[in-house]
Structures are given as structure tokens and as C-alpha cells.
């Protein structure tokens, strides 16, 4: 099995570039202060929903000072976006609801972001142009976090377990939001759909959920490509980390900044789709060569 320290290590550089640079480890100063509190992940979830929010509200007055202060906020949005998951693991509050609520938060603040585009690019372009654009970069950035999880979860159990563990959680949700029906799980069971039907499962039947969770050779192939530092797993991770719907939001939060909002959409979308293309097939023909190894 691998070790812990160095599954950590590689599983990090699969993180959004400026999550892994400079929001995770703010989040980090954070957690200690609100350790002895009450304040709950759920908690911060909710609030940076409501920032994002109200940030897509002063989006809609479209002037170069709100704009920027709309940039402030998705900032400190995601910043909390990462806090909400550095509290739960320090407090040991992790769910699948709660996970699911995050993904709620995660779609709410995308929302409120990409309604705010829409009146400033129907200003600009006319409902018509800013719907197509709107829509767009909302696919992309949907379909590029969908793939980033789903990857990262099954890299992270090959790492971790030695074999692929999203077929077991695939029908741990069906059970779970089966048995209950609140709408957080519905979707995040919608979003699992997505990824199971349209990335995957990226490995043979063979070396995901063996009996006894044994190791496949495939897990066994990619724990020694981590204990010898693989520069090829290494990019792959990489390359993982740049195709999260995060970066969109990077990329769209910058442009908020600078004062160029409307002007980036395009850039965006045909960022979004050569490298959610790249990284898909990359990642699935690394898995799939591993993969065709038996036991």
C-alpha cells in the first residue's frame, strides 16, 4: 500500500492550481480559531452561498467598481468554498449530505455568477448572443468538475487502496438517496449519473471492487509509480488538477478584476473545451492500458 504522506503529497497536485496555491492554506489559518466554536461546515457553506450570491447581484450593475468588488466576493467565496471542507475533516463532520450540500452551494454560487454574465452580456451582445455564451461556459465548467472528481476519486482509491472505489460509492449513493429523497442528495445523485455514464468507469470491472477489497494490479501498478516518484503520474495528476470547473470561476473571477467580464466569456469557453478534452483522454488511456492488466 502506499504510504499516506506520499499519496497525500501526489493527490495534492490534482487540486485547482490557485486552491492548492493560495486558498487552501488560508483556509487552513482559519480552521484553528473556529475549532472551539459552534460554527459548523453546513454552516459556512450556506454563507459563502449567500456571498456568491449577492456578489451575482452587484454583478448585474455592470460598472468597473462593481465589478470589481463582485471579484472580492467570489474570492472570498471560494476561499470559504475550501474552509468548509478543511473544518469538516478537522471536526470530523463529514457526510454524504453534507458533501452533497456543498455541491448544492458549489451550483447556487455558479448560478449566481453566470446570471450576472447574462445581464451584462445581454448589455453587450443582446439576450439572444448572451444566452448561447451563458450556457456555454456553464456546460463546460459542469462537465470539467464532473470530470475532475471523478478522476481524483478514482486515482485517489488506486493511490490509497489499490483498487478503483467508485463503483462502490456509485452504489452507495443509489442506496443512500433511494432510502431518503431530500434534493441535495437527488442531485449530487444526478451529478454521479453524469460522471458514471460519461467518464467512466474508466477502468475494468476486474480492478475496481474486488472481493475482500483486494489490490488489483492496476493499484499495484500505480502505488509503485508513486513510490518511485513517476514523473508521468505526476503530469497526469497535474493535468487533473487544471480541469475542475474551479478554474473557470478562476478564470471568470480574474476577468471581474481586471474589468474585462464580458470580454473573457469566449476565451473561457475555448480554454474549457481543449482542456477537458485533453485531460479526459489522457487520463482514461492511462487508466484503460493499466486496466487491460489481469490478475
Not at 473545451?273 to 493499466?290: C, D, E, K, M, P
Request: charged fraction near 15%; include cysteine; glycine fraction near 8%.
Amino acid at each position: 500500500m502506499s504510504h499516506p504522506a506520499r499519496a497525500d503529497e501526489l493527490l495534492d497536485l490534482a487540486t485547482c492550481p490557485a486552491d492548492r496555491l493560495w486558498r487552501y492554506p488560508i483556509s487552513r489559518l482559519l480552521v484553528r480559531p473556529l475549532m472551539g466554536t459552534p460554527v459548523t461546515p453546513k454552516h459556512v457553506t450556506v454563507f459563502h452561498t449567500l456571498m456568491a450570491v449577492v456578489a451575482g447581484g452587484i454583478i448585474t450593475v455592470g460598472t468597473p467598481r462593481a465589478l470589481f468588488v463582485a471579484g472580492i466576493l467570489f474570492e472570498g467565496r471560494a476561499i470559504l468554498d475550501c474552509l468548509d471542507g478543511e473544518l469538516a475533516r478537522a471536526k470530523k463532520l463529514c457526510s454524504p449530505a453534507g458533501r452533497a450540500l456543498d455541491q448544492l452551494g458549489d451550483t447556487i454560487g455558479f448560478a449566481s455568477l453566470m446570471i450576472g454574465g447574462f445581464v451584462c452580456l445581454t448589455r453587450a451582445h443582446g439576450p439572444a448572443a448572451a444566452a448561447v455564451l451563458v450556457l456555454a461556459t456553464a456546460l463546460i465548467a459542469a462537465s470539467g468538475s464532473a470530470a475532475w472528481d471523478y478522476f481524483r476519486r478514482s486515482l485517489s482509491s488506486l493511490l490509497t487502496c489499490g483498487y478503483d472505489t467508485t463503483a462502490e460509492e456509485h452504489q452507495a449513493l443509489r442506496r443512500s438517496s433511494d432510502a431518503r429523497s431530500p434534493a441535495v442528495l437527488q442531485m449530487s445523485r444526478i451529478v454521479d449519473g453524469f460522471q458514471w455514464c460519461v467518464l467512466g468507469p474508466p477502468t475494468a470491472p476486474w480492478q475496481r471492487a474486488s472481493a475482500g477489497h483486494s489490490m488489483t494490479p492496476l493499484g499495484r501498478a500505480v502505488q509503485d509509480a508513486a513510490e518511485r516518484d513517476d514523473p508521468a503520474l505526476r503530469s497526469l495528476l497535474w493535468k487533473v488538477g487544471f480541469v475542475g470547473g474551479d478554474n473557470i470561476l478562476m478564470l471568470l473571477t480574474a476577468s471581474l478584476l481586471l474589468g474585462r467580464f464580458v470580454e473573457a466569456f469566449p476565451l473561457v469557453i475555448v480554454w474549457g473545451i481543449a482542456i477537458w478534452a485533453y485531460t479526459v483522454s489522457t487520463v482514461n488511456r492511462y487508466l484503460q492500458q493499466g486496466s487491460r492488466l489481469r490478475p
